[in-house]
């Protein structure tokens, strides 16, 4: 499969775009891309919508599939022992945000299933 870092050139190559004018269109710098193209970086949501706005294409044809990573149970285990080193205020706000996406997906599969109930013939 096509790592995202070859797809960005390779979209970039079609464009016709250097770095460095891919880096002014989207406001990103050069160095920053080159990484993103090595897969020494991997963008955030924010910089992958400015990076698909300066190529003028659809988010899916960049990268949609670079935010469905296998999941590896070490570097979770790895991500929740450094929370534990966090201030108390900042723990306050990831399990804020836990809850809510917990919440979200559970209202989500609640809705679909009332839609299959109803829609059923």
Same mark, same amino acid.
């Given at each position: 499969?096509?790592?995202?870092?070859?797809?960005?050139?390779?979209?970039?190559?079609?464009?016709?775009?250097?770095? #460095?004018? *891919?880096? &002014? !269109?989207?406001?990103?710098?050069?160095?920053? $891309?080159?990484?993103?193209?090595?897969?020494?970086? +991997? @963008?955030?949501? #924010?910089? *992958?919508? &400015? !990076?698909?706005?300066?190529?003028?294409?659809? $988010?899916?044809?960049?990268?949609?599939?670079?935010? +469905? @990573?296998?999941?590896?149970?070490?570097?979770?285990?790895?991500?929740?022992?450094?929370?534990?080193?966090?201030?108390?205020?900042?723990?306050?706000?990831?399990?804020?945000?836990?809850?809510?996406?917990?919440?979200?997906?559970?209202?989500?599969?609640?809705?679909?299933?009332?839609?299959?109930?109803?829609?059923?013939?």
């Amino acid at each position: 499969m096509e790592r995202f870092g070859e797809r960005l050139k390779k979209i970039r190559f079609e464009k016709s775009l250097t770095q #460095i004018e *891919l880096s &002014k !269109l989207s406001g990103i710098t050069n160095v920053q $891309i080159a990484r993103y193209e090595n897969n020494t970086a +991997k @963008p955030s949501m #924010i910089v *992958l919508k &400015k !990076l698909n706005k300066a190529l003028d294409i659809d $988010i899916e044809k960049l990268g949609i599939d670079m935010f +469905k @990573p296998e999941l590896n149970v070490d570097e979770l285990d790895d991500s929740i022992n450094r929370m534990k080193e966090l201030p108390h205020k900042d723990l306050l706000v990831i399990k804020e945000v836990i809850d809510r996406f917990i919440e979200s997906r559970e209202t989500r599969s609640f809705v679909i299933k009332q839609n299959s109930k109803t829609t059923r013939y």
